[in-house]
């Protein structure tokens, strides 16, 4: 069977993260299955750009982000650059398995995909809080409770550990830079999300799945696992969605939160709750954050919504002037 090519990119922002970036891209040259190229995308840093131009061996591609600053910039350049008919992106803080381009090579062999992602692990820095509810692993970075089984068609991929067909690229144009992480304070997402819907809306029928065996380990520090941070990345996942929906719509943009809302959430309560009864006083703290969460993220979605109209009812106010 013929094996396809993969690139891989992973973009980072700063010296802070060092060893985790030397750890990312040691995992990926310690691949079973080689990857065509890796590249290192460094985004408006120019003292990290020469450090890793310095360190790094020659078979890594360091560059620096030719696109609008931010993660999406970085990905778009990235993939510009990229030779392989595959583009797989991996966090800057995230270390493969050494299979994980071999999995995801092995389901490319069915033509009908178009992108793959992988199962996403937390790397706790020490442990895990026992308030996080499996519903909210989301919060930092990895997969959750709620998500179709893996090889299930799914409506988007996950930023830190996905991949697609090169040419779709070409289909999209790319992320869209002004969703999505840049390197100020909120938390934003879903660039990703958009990018996938995009391409659906584009190609009618291409088929994203994750494949569990192709597994990241992604480091989640101690500040992550704040309550303070749950609530302000809940609160910053609202405020995208309402970004997001404004470009493609409710429909589309909110076809997999509701089974999430409606199903998931009230379930992981009842689970909360009937461990807290069981002994573990720990549950009613999952079931209270998912309370918190959920509230967290409407209340964003709503404040994102509110400050779009704004934006209209001004701009139609200027344009009428």
């Known amino acids: ?3 396809c090519t993969i690139s891989v990119v992973i973009c980072v922002y700063t010296e802070d993260r060092w060893d985790h970036i030397l750890a990312a891209v040691d995992s ?5 299955l080689p990857s065509a190229e890796t590249i290192v995308v460094v985004d408006y840093n120019p003292a990290l750009y020469k450090r890793l131009v ?11 982000n030719r696109d609008a600053k931010g993660l999406s910039g970085g990905r778009n350049t990235g993939a510009a650059l990229a030779q392989g008919e595959i583009i797989a992106f991996l966090d800057d803080d995230a270390t493969a398995d050494p299979d994980w381009l071999g999995h995801l090579t092995e389901d490319y062999a069915n033509q009908d995909i178009t992108g793959i992602g992988g199962l996403t692990l937390p790397n706790w820095q020490t442990a895990r809080p026992r308030w996080m509810p499996d519903e909210f692993l989301w919060v930092v970075g990895a997969n959750y409770l709620g998500m179709p089984p893996s090889g299930t068609p799914i409506r988007n991929l996950f930023g830190g550990n996905m991949s697609f067909r090169r040419e779709v690229f070409e289909l999209v144009d790319g992320f869209r830079t002004d969703i999505g992480r840049t390197q100020g304070r909120l938390p934003l997402g879903d660039e990703e999300t958009l990018f996938c819907i995009k391409i659906n809306q584009r190609r009618p029928g291409a088929v994203f799945i994750i494949e569990d065996r192709a597994k990241i380990r992604h480091f989640v520090s101690d500040s992550r696992c704040r309550f303070s941070y749950f609530v302000s990345r809940c609160w910053a996942e609202g405020i995208s969605k309402a970004l997001l929906t404004s470009y493609v719509g409710n429909t ?7 089974s999430y809302v409606t199903r998931t959430l009230p379930l992981g309560v009842i689970r909360g709750i009937i461990d807290f009864l069981r002994g573990d006083v720990a ?6 954050a998912i309370v918190v969460g959920l509230s967290a993220t409407t209340a964003g979605y709503l404040r994102g919504k ?5 934006r ?3 701009l139609a106010q200027h344009q009428a002037a």
């Open 1 to 3: 069977m013929q094996t």
């Open 28 to 32: 990926v040259r310690a691949q079973t």
């Open 54 to 64: 310095a360190a790094l061996p020659d078979d890594v591609t360091v560059v620096e």
């Open 252 to 258: 589309d943009g909110l076809s997999t939160e509701r």
């Open 283 to 288: 549950g009613l703290g999952r079931a209270g």
């Open 306 to 310: 509110l400050g779009q109209r704004a």
């Open 312 to 314: 209209s009812r001004s």
